[in-house]
């Protein structure tokens, strides 16, 4: 796989993602782990945030240490699924920016359909992390990503947790500037373009829509 696109195949992640996968788990332990890997995949996403060096005294001595270098960030969740991994990247950036893009699969067309767009008004100031659990064909990240980027932000990452090699391919070739993580590549698609083995339709199991 290209540099583009990092699988974080830490154990914890892989671990709770093993629960995602099951069908058994219910809506409330569905969202306790979006959440929980949402935070361990942010936690990789985000390594190379620049640092600066700070001068502060602890109750013993005077010290240099580092501090964020101020850089300013977005988090952009594709609705609805894209909304349970946004309270755990809050909690470790609180002082992030939200925006929302409302996207979703015609059933039919399996085309994503736009209906709704709320951007920070500095967006173009910001680096943004893109937040959906699933990329399968890769048509909602590729027209989320289009939109974002019509407010011409510093940089895009895509954060999902499971992803198919359709998806991925698309969304590389449309969007080769942007980062992609992914908690897993699975094997493809079916014939409803649903990710096989996947953990079935993220929105309805996070939200209990089944
Ligand atoms: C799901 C998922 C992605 C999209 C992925 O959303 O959360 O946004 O499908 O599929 P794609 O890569 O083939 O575009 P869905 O359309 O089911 O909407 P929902 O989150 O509102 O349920
Ligand atoms: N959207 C989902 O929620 N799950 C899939 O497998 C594909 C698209």
Redesign the pocket.
């Known amino acids: 796989m290209n540099n583009q696109v990092t699988v974080l195949d830490h154990p914890l992640i892989q671990h709770k993602l093993s629960f995602l996968r099951d069908k058994n788990t219910g809506s409330k332990m569905f969202r306790e782990l979006v959440s929980e890997v949402s935070m361990l995949m942010c936690y990789e996403a985000m390594r190379d945030l620049p640092l600066e060096e700070i001068e502060i005294e602890t109750p013993v001595a005077k010290t240099k240490t580092n501090v964020l270098a101020g850089r300013k960030l977005a988090f952009v969740p594709?609705?609805?699924?894209?909304n349970g991994m946004l309270d755990a990247m809050l909690k470790m950036v609180p002082a992030a920016k939200v925006g929302h893009i409302g996207?979703?699969?015609d059933e039919k067309t399996?085309k994503?359909v736009e209906y709704y767009k709320k951007l920070p008004l500095d967006i173009n100031e910001r680096d943004v992390f893109v937040l959906?659990?699933?990329?399968?064909?890769?048509?909602?990240?590729v027209d989320a990503i289009s939109i974002i980027k019509q407010s011409n932000p510093k940089s895009i990452k895509f954060l999902c947790i499971v992803a198919a090699p359709h998806?991925i391919r698309v969304l590389t070739e449309e969007h080769p500037d942007v980062q992609v993580f992914c908690a897993a590549k699975d094997k493809g698609l079916n014939e409803r373009?649903y990710i096989i083995p996947g953990l079935g339709?993220?929105?309805?199991r996070i939200f209990g829509t089944m």
């Open positions: 594709i609705l609805r699924a894209g996207l979703y699969r399996l994503p959906d659990p699933m990329l399968a064909t890769g048509g909602s990240a998806g373009s339709d993220a929105g309805d």
